[in-house]
């Protein structure tokens, strides 16, 4: 969750927590509870409560506190974190401050400018994504490569995966409910051939196409690890595989192809075109390419007085 943007949630844990209390278990399973209630997301629900135990467990039975809180912050800070890591966890408690009726203990989000540049070593590029798809089927890991397929060609999130059904290769689409959102996704023709046929292979006459051999969905963690295990075979380093980075060259070659950002962050599912700017940030690499390409430095055969240096 961006900083700055929480809603302000409608439930609470219970009973709030009184002044000179600490995080308790029972606390922790209240929040859960609230959580889900108030439908997030099983990703949203597992980050949350994996920072605030982090949270309580720093705090080692000690009061909570706003100071308490802020030199958690200082100390993630000091640890190397980086800024947008550390306000991901103050958002988390910040969340279950609101359940416990502890806006007092809130502290100030860490102020990050707009990154300019994406990190090319994390970038995943279109030639080491079809390196990794097929490497997947040569390996014989023909679910994992369609898996890889549908987020790419999509842009669902690797949660979402659960949505693409074989009702919803029938119509073409899937209607994918996120975040107390429903939107439709177009589904590629080819994509949905491909997994009909490989959903009437397996006998999956109806429901999600992703499962397992016991008929549950795919986890992202399964995933994750699945494609982790192919980086080396691959050719690919294990820094740019991972299932967000699939969504993420979506987003780039779809902006390539239609530049249209509002559309885009519809597909996406995005509620702010802020969230979808994000992804079609270039690397510097690209941001020098551009500036090489404007031609607003003269060369050295350029009729300018006074020039007499090599050519640029």
Request: hydrophobic letters at 40%.
């Amino acid at each position: 969750m961006v900083p700055g943007t929480q809603r302000r949630m409608g439930w609470t844990c219970g009973k709030g927590a009184a002044m000179g209390a600490t995080i308790t278990g029972d606390m922790l399973k209240g929040f859960e509870r609230a959580l889900k209630r108030d439908e997030r997301g099983a990703a949203t629900v597992e980050k949350y409560l994996r920072n605030v135990r982090q949270f309580a467990e720093w705090l080692g039975g000690a009061v909570l506190t706003r100071e308490a809180l802020a030199a958690w912050k200082n100390a993630l800070v000091e640890g190397g974190n980086a800024p947008s890591t550390v306000n991901g966890k103050l958002a988390a408690v910040h969340a279950l401050l609101r359940c416990i009726g502890r806006d007092d203990c809130r502290v100030r989000f860490l102020k990050v400018q707009r990154r300019l540049f994406r990190d090319a070593s994390r970038d995943l590029s279109r030639s080491e994504y079809l390196k990794l798809v097929k490497t997947a089927y040569e390996q014989g890991q023909e679910r994992l490569a369609l898996a890889m397929e549908a987020i790419c060609s999509c842009g669902v999130r690797v949660s979402e995966l659960r949505h693409i059904t074989v009702e919803a290769l029938a119509r073409g689409q899937a209607t994918i409910r996120c975040k107390g959102k429903l939107r439709t996704v177009p589904l590629p023709s080819a994509l949905c051939a491909k997994l009909a046929r490989y959903a009437r292979r397996r006998g999956i006459a109806a429901g999600p196409v992703f499962v397992t051999r016991s008929g549950r969905p795919l986890s992202r963690r399964q995933i994750w690890g699945e494609m982790k295990a192919l980086c080396r075979a691959a050719g690919v380093a294990a820094a740019k595989v991972f299932p967000h980075n699939l969504r993420h060259l979506f987003a780039v070659e779809y902006y390539r192809e239609d530049r249209d950002i509002v559309k885009l962050a519809d597909v996406l599912g995005h509620s702010s075109i802020d969230t979808t700017r994000i992804y079609l940030v270039t690397t510097g690499v690209e941001h020098r390419r551009h500036l090489d390409n404007l031609g607003l430095v003269l060369g050295w055969r350029c009729d300018v007085p006074g020039a007499s240096g090599a050519a640029v």
